[in-house]
């Protein structure tokens, strides 16, 4: 993975804006007793989100990451177990308006963008050729014009990563150049909105559009990969979410929306990533 300074350079975005790194939705390895037999279930990964409800919602287009998200990293096939979910956010949005946006496929590391083209073809979309990385917002602008009629706040923004994938989800709105975003965070241009500032009005509580794109977080971890930063970056959630008023309470309106819950029965029992609520706890144990 080669050096990412966009990434490198979030925590000092977060501090000036530390809403960056909520996600509007995560999905967590969740077991909820419905009654003394039924057991249900959420899975960490795309399993678990409802794109049918999406798109009734008005979403019409949506982003994924590709390692730990929809393949293991430096694979170009789709983890088996995802094939329904797949299928299904294909036939939600069309292929069309489903868009593979990877640090590693499509970059300049990859030569000739032969990656791209293998991945593309095995998970049936597009995958985006981009000299920049996630999140910085060269990369978000040409995720956006590889989608054309498609507004941010139509999207979704799915990735198992909060400092690449959550946040550029959060920058796919923001003022394009320096100069209007400076404007903006000094109160002398119209500022942008995100997620949080309109479920803080209850505007997407109902399943009315957000003015920013839904980013969802897949805490999944289907091979082990920068595990010290994927803890940093859980407890920063989680220290955020603490600190914002109503983050916890917005996020948790939008999962009961879009999180879906499956009996826990055979079809769900299927080989599954290890979630993050597990590594959180496992942790500090080490120590
Ligand atoms: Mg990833």
Redesign the pocket.
């Known amino acids: 993975m080669p050096f990412n300074l966009p990434a490198t350079l979030v925590p000092l975005y977060a501090l000036l804006n530390p809403r960056l790194l909520l996600p509007s939705i995560t999905v967590v390895r969740l077991l909820l007793s419905i009654s003394s037999k039924e057991i249900s279930s959420s899975q960490p990964d795309i399993r678990s989100l409802n794109f049918a409800a999406l798109r009734d919602a008005g979403y019409r287009g949506a982003i994924f990451?590709?390692?730990?998200?929809l393949t293991l990293?430096h694979s170009d096939n789709l983890i088996p177990e995802l094939e329904a979910a797949w299928s299904e956010a294909l036939r939600a949005f069309g292929p069309s308006h489903i868009l593979v946006v990877?640090?590693s496929a499509g970059t300049r590391d990859d030569a000739a963008q032969l990656q791209a083209e293998s991945v593309a073809y095995h998970l049936r979309a597009p995958v985006l050729l981009h000299t920049a990385l996630k999140p910085s917002y060269s990369c978000a602008a040409a995720a956006l014009a590889a989608l054309p009629g498609l507004a941010p706040h139509e999207l979704v923004v799915v990735?198992?990563?909060i400092f690449?994938?959550v946040v550029i989800a959060h920058r796919l709105s923001h003022p394009r150049t320096v100069l209007s975003r400076v404007a903006a965070r000094l109160g002398l241009a119209p500022a942008h909105r995100s997620a949080f500032d309109d479920t803080a009005s209850g505007d997407n509580l109902v399943g009315k559009l957000s003015h920013a794109p839904m980013a969802v977080w897949t805490t999944s971890l289907w091979a082990r990969e920068s595990v010290a930063m994927r803890w940093a970056e859980a407890r920063l959630v989680r220290l955020i979410e603490r600190c914002v008023e109503g983050a916890r309470e917005r996020r948790v309106a939008l999962e009961e929306q879009f999180v879906r819950f499956a009996l826990d029965n055979e079809n769900s029992k299927g080989k599954a990533g290890r979630g993050w609520f597990s590594w959180v706890k496992a942790l500090p144990k080490l120590r």
Request: with cysteine; aromatic share 0%; glycine share 8%.
């Open positions: 990451d590709k390692d730990n998200c990293p990877s640090n990735g198992d990563r690449t994938d």
